[in-house]
């Protein structure tokens, strides 16, 4: 057997075999509003009230994308094989949790989040749906939620950094927000499409500002207090493109037309 005879086999047992996580995956529309985003970029504390973002109406994925789908899309594009991606796109614990290029070492973790990828081939797998990562805002102002139950998320989302998950659960195996997306604390970290915009710049340094992540930051941020906004986006400002992680995945977001 031949190995494309072989990865159309394998898609077809993923495809009749039952997917173990309760809710249907696919794109939820996300209604335009505004968040108040954690930095300020005009020197924030006076101007306090004013500090908002708006969010254009736009798609995201209801769960992050698994390891079934991920295994899918490897499949058909075998330059994202973990013996085939350039170390340029991807670090070497790419995949590391799959036993080989086309096999989940357990087979338990196919409807778990895909981790162990990068920007770069997170990216091309949105890009061949014809999608696109979100943007920090648009992930943000998900999690925001309108502000429904903001001080429950911010515990929920500390307590998990304080104790992080083993391996990954199912998707959806928590609770929707109100905007029916699942997974967005609790689960894996997520790539977004601009995770470094927020990186601090000789820019910013030379101009005076605080840098949001040193010393006296939190006079320039909306929320002082939000803890988990400022690990998140310390987090994302460490990230570099290649870079791969066991608890880093994603989702995927569409503009709405």
Same mark, same amino acid.
């Given at each position: ?112 989040? &895909? ?6 081939? &997170? ?20 999690? &925001? ?20 998950? &083993? ?91």
């Amino acid at each position: 057997m031949n190995d494309q005879s072989f990865q159309w086999l394998l898609i077809l047992f993923m495809a009749a075999s039952p997917a173990l996580a309760a809710p249907v995956d696919g794109l939820v529309l996300i209604q335009n509003g505004s968040y108040r985003p954690l930095y300020l970029e005009n020197g924030g504390a006076d101007n306090l009230k004013d500090q908002s973002t708006y969010v254009e109406t736009f798609w995201l994925d209801r769960v992050p994308v698994t390891n079934r789908q991920y295994l899918e899309f490897v499949a058909k594009s075998p330059e994202w094989k973990k013996s085939s991606v350039k170390r340029a796109f991807a670090d070497s614990s790419y995949l590391q949790h799959w036993s080989g290029d086309l096999a989940i070492q357990n087979l338990g973790e196919l409807d778990s989040p &895909a981790v162990n990828v990068s920007w770069f081939s &997170a990216s091309a797998y949105c890009e061949s749906l014809g999608e696109r990562l979100p943007t920090t805002d648009e992930w943000e102002y998900a999690l &925001a939620d309108n502000g429904r139950d903001n001080e429950e998320v911010q515990k929920r989302t500390l307590d998990w950094y304080a104790v992080p998950n &083993a391996t990954p659960p199912h998707v959806g195996s928590g609770s929707a927000n109100g905007f029916g997306i699942f997974d967005l604390v609790g689960s894996v970290w997520e790539w977004t499409l601009d995770f470094n915009s927020f990186m601090v710049s000789s820019d910013i340094r030379d101009s005076g500002q605080k840098s949001l992540f040193c010393g006296g930051g939190s006079l320039d941020t909306s929320n002082p207090k939000d803890y988990a906004a400022f690990m998140r986006y310390s987090y994302r400002a460490s990230l570099q493109g290649s870079f791969t992680g066991k608890n880093l995945g994603f989702r995927c977001a569409k503009d709405f037309k």
